[in-house]
């Protein structure tokens, strides 16, 4: 029901900033939790943040808390990652994800939680 379909990622210096993007369709969009999770190379899928239906609530992991907001603007059927003082262990592709559940009463972070995925966009933090 859900696609998604994510830009903003590049290089970018440590210590500085990048807002990612993902356009979503659909009618569910803002019913849905939605989040952000990042693979580096030669790690697992990692969850990153994520925001409640209602955009009420917020879920950080402890790596990117303080730096990274996660946000959506309904009209635009688009969530945004804006990721501030990056370092260079934030290297990873980054996905956005839709919640399989509307209405969900927690924020979801588990990998399970989320379906369908956006393609992925590579961010990479030099140092």
């Known amino acids: 029901q859900v696609q998604l379909v994510e830009s903003g990622g590049g290089l970018v210096q440590a210590g500085g900033s990048r807002r990612l993007s993902c356009a979503a369709s659909g009618r569910t969009f803002s019913n849905s939790a939605m989040g952000w999770f990042r693979q580096a190379p030669g790690k697992e899928r990692e969850f990153v943040a994520a925001l409640s239906w209602s955009g009420s609530s917020t879920y950080y992991a402890d790596s990117v808390k303080g730096r990274f907001t996660i946000s959506r603007d309904n009209a635009k059927n688009t969530v945004y990652l804006q990721m501030n003082s990056l370092k260079p262990e934030d290297t990873a592709v980054y996905y956005c994800?839709?919640?399989?559940?509307?209405?969900?009463?927690?924020?979801?972070?588990?990998?399970?939680?989320?379906?369908?995925w956006g393609q992925g966009t590579q961010v990479t933090g030099s140092s």
């Open positions: 994800a839709a919640d399989r559940l509307i209405f969900r009463r927690t924020v979801p972070n588990k990998i399970i939680d989320f379906d369908p």
